[in-house]
DNA sequence: ATCCCGAGGG
DNA sequence: CCCTCTGGAT
């Protein structure tokens, strides 16, 4: 549908004026820091996340020493960012495939990093397109999927169906800067919740229903 | 009470 | 398809 990616085209121009720089959030300076910050990630702020990994990866810096760690003393060091059970085991096993399958490297394909235990397709696609400048897919986390809904790009609620809207409607080379920028837009002006709309760019083109603006002001 | 840059398991 | 995992923030 033309209309809706000429509509998707506003969306992404007036993105790139308010958040020009947008990218990920979280702190990392390596491929393995970042699959691991973004395992985290998950139901959780990157501020939170922000908070943990500098001890993470001082304890343990490669995926060789953490896939040796002992999970009670990684989920001590994870647990505010919630599901650390969980977490601890997916950061174990994904430590533990690095090691096996990739020689302690970060694989570069879609298909070699969902296979990592805690890695699924949009944290595959973030790995892809920030630690590599590799353009895989749009990243749908919850800001982009909520975000481009309330604004009518997609129907879906399901991610990979969404994904498969967005994909059609941006121009391959913008993929990466307007996930970006979606979830840049989500965190400062959008959230699920009292969301700013005074201040909000893309206003004309949410029908807002049943938003409720930020704020009753006291 | 509801949401946070999800993913795995039944 | 659903359910579960979990603490922190609003």
């Not at 020009?20 to 820091?33: I, M, V």
Request: proline content about 6%.
């Amino acid at each position: 549908m033309a209309a809706r990616a000429a509509r998707a085209a506003t969306i992404a121009d007036r993105l790139a004026v308010v958040h020009p720089g947008a990218s990920c959030s979280l702190d990392f300076d390596s491929p393995y820091q970042l699959v691991i910050a973004t395992i985290l990630s998950a139901q959780c702020t990157d501020k939170r996340v922000n908070l943990v990994t500098p001890q993470l990866f001082a304890r343990w810096p490669d995926p060789r020493s953490l896939a040796a760690a002992k999970p009670a003393q990684v989920e001590g060091v994870i647990r505010s960012t919630g599901f650390f059970r969980a977490k601890a085991k997916s950061l174990l096993g994904c430590a533990r495939g690095l090691v096996d399958r990739h020689g302690g490297e970060v694989p570069t394909t879609l298909e070699e990093l969902v296979r990592l235990p805690g890695v699924g397709r949009k944290t595959a696609n973030v790995v892809l397109g920030s630690a590599f400048g590799i353009t895989s897919g749009v990243v749908v986390d919850t800001h982009v999927g909520r975000i481009c809904r309330r604004l009518g790009l997609t129907k879906h609620t399901d991610a990979v169906r969404a994904e498969r809207d967005l994909v059609r409607l941006v121009p391959r080379d913008h993929w990466i800067g307007f996930s970006h920028r979606l979830i840049e837009h989500g965190r400062t002006v959008c959230p699920a919740r009292g969301p700013r709309c005074e201040q909000c760019p893309l206003a004309d083109l949410c029908p807002r229903v049943g938003v409720k603006t930020a704020r009753p002001a006291r």
